[in-house]
């Protein structure tokens, strides 16, 4: 097989929720053009969250408000 069999049975790949995967890209995107326009010392957690329009889960302080 191509796939390596873990215990005799073939692993399934897990189904990506798609608000998910639209996140996901949203970040990717948004750190690849700052990394391009600006490049790596423009790519912060700030930077792409204000880029992407996801929210920062890492702010604890405005999760906590």
């Known amino acids: 097989y191509w796939l390596r069999k873990l215990n ?3 692993p399934v790949a897990p189904v990506l929720d798609p608000r998910v995967a639209r996140s996901r890209d949203a970040v990717l ?3 690849r053009e700052l990394l ?3 490049g790596p010392a ?3 957690v700030d ?3 204000a880029r992407s329009g996801v ?3 890492l702010d ?3 999760a906590l408000a």
């Open 60 to 62: 604890t302080d405005a």
């Open 47 to 49: 930077a792409v969250v």
């Open 8 to 10: 005799g049975v073939l």
């Open 36 to 38: 391009v326009e600006s």
């Open 42 to 44: 423009a790519v912060t």
């Open 29 to 31: 995107n948004a750190a």
């Open 55 to 57: 929210a920062n889960l």
